[in-house]
């Protein structure tokens, strides 16, 4: 579930919104990408901070694309990864799961985080698999 305030903003800054049906093509689409998991802002009001930040660090780092995933979305692909805190911010290089940065930090902590995770090695990275044929089962 999402909060007027996140959906304001999200709006305000076109980012996609990602579900089963676009999630990888999305991912695949863009060399350096953030997705967005804000769960229920109503339980982790940490939500609507991050969704301030997003469109902040979004022009920070140029050649980072950023959507947000769709709450019918979030639960099943948030089991792929290795974060359980909500909100989440989760990165990828060419399709790869990098790691994620879940709550909300000083814009010190991003601007040394980010950069660490975009340039992982590539051993590190966690492929993202079909999410198409993952979502039938």
């Known amino acids: 579930m999402s909060s007027p305030l996140i959906e304001r903003m999200l709006q305000k ?9 676009n999630c990888e093509s999305f ?3 863009h060399g350096k990408a953030v997705l967005f998991f804000a ?13 301030m930040v997003l469109p902040e660090l979004l022009k920070h780092f140029s050649g980072l694309s950023g959507a947000i ?8 692909l948030q089991g792929y990864f290795d974060f359980t805190r909500w909100p989440a911010l989760a990165f990828f290089v060419s399709g790869e799961y990098r790691g994620a940065i879940t709550g909300i930090h000083n814009w010190e902590d991003y601007l040394r985080e980010i950069p ?22």
Do not use: C, G, K
Not at 13 to 21: C, E, G, I, P, Q
Not at 116 to 137: C, G
């Open 13 to 21: 800054h076109n980012l996609t919104s990602v579900h089963a049906d």
């Open 69 to 76: 995933v769709d709450s019918s979305f979030e639960h099943q």
């Open 116 to 137: 660490a995770l975009l340039q992982a090695r590539d051993h590190n990275a966690i492929p993202v698999i079909n999410l198409q044929e993952s979502s039938s089962d």
């Open 39 to 51: 769960e229920d802002p109503a339980r982790y009001p940490e939500s609507n901070d991050v969704a």
């Open 27 to 29: 991912l695949q689409a």
